[in-house]
């Protein structure tokens, strides 16, 4: 356990790293903490610190850096973010996320979360619901069948499916027929959960050919519908921690250029209430220990369709990120919900 001394010098640690960049030596440690202690005292509680895995001395310096779990205690423990709320912004930061038509909000939103924060924004375009009207089965060879999903605002997904057995196509039209009779305007969820209490009455083969054809439709439409706007990658290359080292700014090139990828970092929180932070480093959720991500969901009408937030460096103003990320948040939930 830390005591309330180890504490105050962690945070103010922490706080010096990130305004300076520079290690923080005990001196300054000693003047930033407002505490008074002597030199000796001061590396030995940083020599605690060290050995908790908190702070770590660079082979250059005689001062210390936050770690990924320096970082993560500071930010759960130390950090007082405030609540803007929606009146603090200027009236021209409010005007780019006015009610209009959902894409140009998300753009807007990606390109506001970039200009404020100096990172990335990325936002998750809106998921539609997964919802099928019709669907229909066509034999295109011996165990292969192309699914054709149609959803209700005409959209149309294909998806060839592989079947363990040869079906007819007058087998493929009696499914087929039985899953637009029952199940026309289910979503893919809900049709998933009933047949898995229904399969009992169906033949098994075909019932196992309707839960194949619920899966790729299911793929289907998530991959129609997963879009990702990102705002402000060009940022990184003016951050002084990522400039010098050319091999690490292409990985996270690489990393926006990957949608999916991103879209795997950004689903944690769509699950989650209120903003997170990811620390790079510290799991498998952020790949580089250079980065960090806060986000946050927003809803529309009270349910919760995407995700947005901010990229940045490891060494970032936390507390004014989530502000950032928190406004923008409820200004997009306010944009795209009908009053």
Do not use: C, W
Request: no cysteine; glycine share 6%; aromatic share 4%.
């Amino acid at each position: 356990m830390m005591d309330d001394r180890a504490k105050i010098l962690l945070k103010a640690l922490v706080e010096r790293y990130i305004a300076d960049g520079q290690p923080v030596g005990s001196r300054t440690l000693s003047r930033a903490s407002g505490l008074e202690l002597s030199a000796a005292t001061i590396r030995n509680v940083m020599a605690d610190l060290e050995e908790l895995g908190l702070i770590v001395s660079p082979h250059t310096s005689a001062g210390r850096v936050p770690t990924a779990r320096g970082y993560r205690m500071f930010v759960d423990t130390m950090l007082t973010a405030r609540q803007l709320s929606l009146n603090d912004l200027d009236a021209q930061t409010r005007e780019q996320l006015l009610p209009d038509q959902p894409q140009r909000v998300i753009a807007n939103a990606a390109q506001m979360l970039s200009s404020l924060s100096q990172f990335v924004g990325v936002v998750t375009a809106p998921r539609k619901p997964s919802v099928f009207r019709h669907i229909e089965f066509l034999r295109l060879g011996e165990k292969r069948v192309l699914v054709i999903l149609v959803a209700p605002d005409g959209d149309v997904q294909n998806r060839v499916i592989f079947t363990p057995q040869d079906f007819s196509q007058a087998q493929l039209v009696e499914a087929s027929n039985i899953l637009n009779t029952h199940y026309s305007g289910l979503s893919i969820e809900a049709m998933r959960e009933r047949l898995k209490s229904e399969v009992d009455q169906l033949r098994s083969d075909m019932a196992a050919l309707m839960q194949q054809a619920v899966q790729a439709g299911s793929e289907a439409l998530a991959e129609s519908t997963d879009q990702v706007v990102v705002s402000g990658e060009r940022n990184l290359l003016t951050v002084e921690d990522f400039s010098n080292d050319l091999g690490s700014l292409r990985r996270m090139f690489d990393l926006f250029e990957q949608k999916t990828q991103l879209m795997r970092l950004l689903d944690g929180s769509s699950r989650a209430e209120g903003v997170q932070i990811y620390i790079g480093g510290e799991s498998q959720v952020v790949p580089f220990e250079e980065l960090s991500v806060v986000s946050a969901p927003y809803e529309i009408n009270g349910q919760v369709v995407g995700t947005l937030g901010v990229i940045g460096p490891t060494r970032m103003a936390y507390d004014r990120m989530i502000e950032i990320v928190d406004i923008t948040s409820r200004l997009v939930s306010n944009a795209l919900s009908q009053k």
